[in-house]
């Protein structure tokens, strides 16, 4: 496996240069590109890793896995009342959708549905931003994870377009906390600062029929783990969902820090990181580096 890992991370390393560092929040454009890590952790607790895979970064998007567990746990089968499990087929902060149906998200890992998911949250925890990175922590194993202040800021600096997908679907009635307030707290989840490594552990359990071995945690039940790997697999890179079932056939989730968790069910989850992102936001060297390693290890679910 490690030497399985290195070969992968050096024959995908001449992509760096062919994709655009996210901008659009000016804290994350400043990530110098060249970098690229991968972390594998199976359930038997190896972990493998090569390249950059210590070295933190914005997880972005990936949180919104986090929040959908936090949801389920905390809300359970009536978060669904209040959007959908669908694929969006759309860009990850697209607007038009929303509006043609009556501002209930597609599923939990488009922005819109992320919003939603942090509004039932933010009802149910007394200080959402700290319940969630405490919870990271407990998945990861590691105590010193902490939430990028300065990204989280930028974030909120530059809320146009989540805010303004926030307050449609507060005038259709499904949004029911001050948006700002809400705004605030998907952007520190957001922020939160992880590494390959971090990462691969926290997703464990969903590789693990919802049991976290490290925290001793039942996270999900199995049924629910299914449920949601199911998503990952179906809406986990937005409108790309189907090209990564395709090239890689796991159940995922990327977040426009440049970083993409896969899920192996009953075996491994994989962590990896390059800044550099296509052009639907997705790691472009890290969609490549889990396709060589799904093809070389047979790993698709399909
Ligand atoms: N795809 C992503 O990672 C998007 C998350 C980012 N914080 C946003 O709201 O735009």
Avoid at 4 to 19: K, S, Y
Avoid at 142 to 170: C, F, T, W
């Amino acid at each position: 496996m490690q030497a399985l890992l290195n070969e992968i991370l050096d024959a995908v390393r001449p992509l760096i240069g062919q994709g655009k560092v996210a901008d659009y929040i000016p804290a994350l454009g400043t990530v110098p590109a060249n970098q690229l890590g991968i972390a594998v952790y199976g359930n038997d607790g190896e972990m493998y890793c090569a390249g950059d895979a210590e070295t933190p970064f914005s997880v972005q998007s990936i949180s919104k896995v986090f929040s959908l567990v936090q949801a389920i746990d905390h809300s359970g089968e009536a978060i669904w009342e209040r959007l959908g499990h669908e694929p969006s087929g759309q860009p990850f902060n697209s607007l038009v959708q929303l509006e043609f149906e009556r501002g209930r998200p597609r599923n939990p890992f488009i922005n819109a549905g992320a919003l939603v998911i942090c509004d039932i949250n933010q009802s149910r925890f007394a200080a959402p931003t700290l319940s969630m990175r405490d919870f990271v922590r407990r998945l990861s194993g590691n105590p010193q994870i902490m939430i990028d202040g300065k990204v989280a800021d930028s974030e909120y600096q530059h809320r146009a377009r989540n805010a303004a997908m926030a307050y449609l679907m507060q005038s259709f009635g499904n949004f029911h906390n001050d948006v700002e307030a809400v705004l605030r707290s998907y952007f520190s989840h957001c922020a939160l600062r992880m590494n390959c490594i971090d990462l691969a552990r926290a997703f464990c359990f969903l590789a693990n029929d919802g049991y976290c071995k490290h925290s001793g945690e039942q996270v999900l039940t199995r049924r629910q783990t299914q449920q949601v790997n199911s998503i990952m697999a179906t809406s986990g890179l937005y409108d790309e969902a189907g090209n990564f079932a395709y090239r890689v056939g796991l159940p995922g989730k990327s977040g426009v820090g440049g970083g993409i968790v896969a899920v192996v069910p009953g075996q491994f989850t994989v962590c990896v990181w390059s800044p550099e992102l296509n052009a639907a936001g997705n790691s472009l060297a890290g969609m490549a580096a889990l396709e060589m390693l799904s093809a070389r290890i047979g790993w698709s679910v399909f």
